[in-house]
C-alpha cells in the first residue's frame, strides 16, 4: 500500500520478503525494500521505479496514489535493475510521461532495455531544476556512489534528499531492527569501496537544508539526521567506528579455533572494550567484513593448506582489499604442520593494504596448541592493546 510521506509526497515502494540473497551474493533474512515516491503537483514526478520480482505490487500502490491522472515525469537516479526493471512497461502506459535524467544514465538505458526513448528524454545536469509547480527539484550528481551515473535529487518545498543507494540498509520497512547494523553491513558490502565519492556527496549534501532523506533502500529518515550523517562521515572516511578487536578465524580440526578463541579470552581479561570473534567459514561473510571496518583492530587466524592459505581466508582478505579496507592495526595467527606459509601469506597481503599496521610477532602454532604457545598468544594480546 501506499504511505504519505508530506501532503504532496507519497511513498509506493514495496517489501520483498522472498528474496534470500541482494545482488545475488549477501544474505538478507529480514528481505529487501524496494523504494519509489511520487510527488503529487500541478506536474506529477515518479521517483524511481522498483524490483521486477515486485512491479505489480508497485503499479497497484502507484495507481492508487495517481487516480485518474497521468505521471508528467519519471525520474530515474540510478540504472540498477532492482529501480528500474519495470521501465519498458511505465513508458507503455503513460506514452505522454518524459524521462528524466543524466546524459550517463541514458546511456547504459539501451545495455538493459530494448526501447526508444530519444523523443522523451529530459537530459539533467549538476545543479540543473525542474518545476512542478509548488515543488521544485534540484539534481546532483553522485558519481560511483555506487555506480557511475547515480544522481541524487533535492526537493526544497519539503526539504527531502531523494538519496539513491545512499543511506540505504538491507531488511524490509516492517522489520523491527536497529538501523545502524545493516546499514553498516549493506554500506561496507556495496558502497564501501568508494568512500571518496560518498564525502563528495556529503559535502554537497551540507550546502543543503535536509529534514527527509528517502533512500532507495531502507527507511525514511525523518528524525536525528545528523546521527545517519554522521556515520556516513564515519564510514566513508574509513575511519574506525568503534574500538575493539575482530578475529576472523578459519580452522580445518578446530586448532585454529582454540587459538583464536584463546586469544578473545585473554584479550577479555586483560581489558579489552570489545572482542569479537567470527568463524569464516560459518557465518555470513558480509557481516564479517561489516566487522573488520567497524572496529580499530583485527586478528585474521588461518591454517596453512596446500601450501597456501585456507582459501575462505584467502576469499576474505580479497574483499577486504576490494572494498579499501584500510587504518587499522592486524595481528597474525597461522597454523601449520610441517611447512607453515598461512602468516607469510597474509602479511603479503595485509602489507599491500593502505595504511594497514601489521604486528611484527606471528603467533605460529605446529598442529596443536600447546602450553608454550600461550606465551605467544600473551605477546600478541599485549601487542593489540
Known sequence: MSSNITNSVFYVGVNDKDIDLFEGQYIVPNGMAYNSYVIMDEKIAIMDMVDKRKSKEWMDNLEEVLGDRQPDYLIISHMEPDHSAYLNDVLAKYPAMQVVSNAKLFGMIPQFFDVDIENRKVVVAEGDTLTLGEHTLQF??????????????????????????????????????????????????????????????????????IQIICPLHGPILTENLPYYIEKYQTWSSYEPEDKGIFIAYCSLHGNTEKAAKELAALLEAKGAPKVVVSDLAREDLAECIEDAFRYDRMVVAAPTYDAGMMPIMQDFLYHLKLKTYQKRTVGIIENGSWAPMAGKLMREQLETLKDVKVLDNTVTIKSTMKEADKAQLEALADALL
Not at 545502524?180 to 554537497?204: D, S, W
Request: aromatic letters at 14%; proline letters at 4%; hydrophobic letters at 45%.
Open 140 to 209: 546532483m550528481m553522485a558519481p560511483m556512489v555506487h555506480w557511475p551515473e547515480v544522481m541524487v535529487t533535492y526537493e526544497s518545498a519539503d526539504k527531502i534528499l531523494f538519496a539513491a543507494d545512499a543511506f540505504g540498509k538491507f531488511g524490509t520497512l516492517d522489520t523491527d531492527e536497529d538501523w545502524a547494523c545493516e546499514a553498516r553491513r549493506y554500506y561496507f558490502n556495496i558502497v564501501g569501496k568508494y568512500g571518496m565519492p560518498v564525502q563528495t556527496l556529503l559535502k554537497k549534501a551540507a550546502a543543503l537544508d
